[in-house]
């Protein structure tokens, strides 16, 4: 006797909009939604930290957009994939200030910012961040709360591991942006 499992119906982007609008949220992986549970408070501070010292360098140079999680960037079709950063920006040449936008980006964000969270394995940490860069993302940021340490992930070269005593940089994604890593963290 066989027996077959049904495959889920997979689905698109329009599908995980609408679902959004019905009070479900989370992400599509090759047409699979995987739900996104909420994160905590001091993962929101770090988020809100870093859009805070970021927009405060990106908006008065109008470099750009920067979008927190709920934003969501459409990276294949087909199945459809549409995967939620903890922060993302989007330089201006690839969508324009004057630009509608109001549905998901189609691309890959300039640079990505994932925050661990404490049940986040490390291989899991590194193979999100490996994924970002596999789609285009030049530059990505992983924040560790835990260690208080931020891991930057170019698109060419070794992730450099960064302490509190270190500064973080934009690279050549946002040339001129630093901050003190230790400035990320709640005190």
């Known amino acids: 006797m066989t027996t077959s499992k049904a495959r889920p119906k997979l689905l698109t982007a329009d599908d995980l909009l609408r679902l959004y609008s019905e009070g479900t949220g989370g992400e599509l992986i090759r047409g699979v939604l995987v739900e996104k549970v909420s994160a905590g408070i001091r993962h929101g501070e770090i988020v809100t930290t870093l859009i805070f010292l970021l927009l405060s ?13 709920d934003a969501g960037m459409m990276l294949e079709r087909g199945p459809d994939t549409v995967r939620e950063p903890d922060i993302a920006y989007i330089c201006a040449e690839k969508l ?70 270190d500064n973080l940089d934009g690279g ?16």
Request: glycine share 8%.
């Open 172 to 187: 050549d994604v946002l040339p001129g942006f630093t901050c003190a890593v230790r400035d990320i963290f709640p005190r």
């Open 57 to 69: 360098f990106i908006r008065p140079l109008r470099l750009g957009r920067l979008v927190a999680s």
């Open 96 to 165: 324009p200030l004057d630009v509608d936008a109001p549905g998901f980006y189609e691309g890959a964000p300039d640079l990505v910012v994932e925050i661990a969270s404490p049940s986040d394995s490390l291989a899991a940490v590194n193979d999100k961040a490996q994924m970002w860069l596999r789609f285009g993302v030049a530059l990505v940021w992983v924040v560790f709360p835990e260690s208080r340490t931020v891991e930057v992930h170019p698109a060419s070269g070794p992730p450099v591991l960064l302490g509190e005593q």
